[in-house]
């Protein structure tokens, strides 16, 4: 019975170790409310607790890029960030969230861990410099025009301007218009860059401005994403969740149900 339950730990030790070494980023899209927050990151904790996961609460307080002048945007950066706050005051997870202007680096790198570079705004040389004087982690999201190996020049930018690490995400190519498509090379071609891949596998399936004034997509190929990614060896993965996405305010159509997002963990950590 103790050599039973001496490997039972084993195999919970191992598998922690497993999961802590892989990046997992899970949020809303945008702030809606501080109901939402609060519901998605219990949700994180059950998982890291059951898993022995690092979850990274993810949520902007501005979605600047929405297709049209009338979409939801978010709270704004003041109330944002200090909801933000509390969601790490209150459940003890790191957080991330995206900026969009080189002034919004140094008061949301007082509240998140890892300051997220949006992929439109890769190259903005000191939105870059900005979030890496922060000392911060910084994500820097693959633009949907550049190849993996051009992410050299972002990644270069942000580690000689101070950046703590850089870590390097795909979310897919333009395709024709209104459409995406995923070159799963990009991810060993960005791990020569940065030891830190991550695959986003929920705005890779979205479908850019193609409904009528709103960007849609198809949340079936999340998980499809997301075990393809971890075969190109992918050691960080990313995902907006929501526990009703079809009413979400955000990428509606590409938020992964928050009930489905631990058994697709738990696969991604698996040897």
Known sequence: ME???QQDNNMQGNRGTRANQ????????????????????QTLVDINRRLGTDIIFKASFDK????SLRSFRGPGIDKGLQMLADVKANYGLKLTTDIHEAWQAEPAGQVVDILQIPAFLCRQTDLLVAAAKTGKVVNIKKAQFLSGKDMRYPYEKAMESGAKEVWLTERGNCFGYNNLVVDFRNIPDMKEIAQTVVMDCTHSVQRPSAGNGKTVGDRRFVPAMALAAKAFGANGYFFEVH??????????ANMLELDKLEPLIEKLIKD
């Open 243 to 252: 526990p009703d996405p079809d009413k979400g305010l955000s990428d509606a």
């Open 3 to 5: 050599n039973n339950k």
């Open 22 to 41: 892989v990046r997992l980023i899970a949020g809303p899209c945008v702030i809606e409310s501080a109901e939402l927050l609060d519901t998605v990151a």
């Open 64 to 67: 600047a890029n929405r297709t």
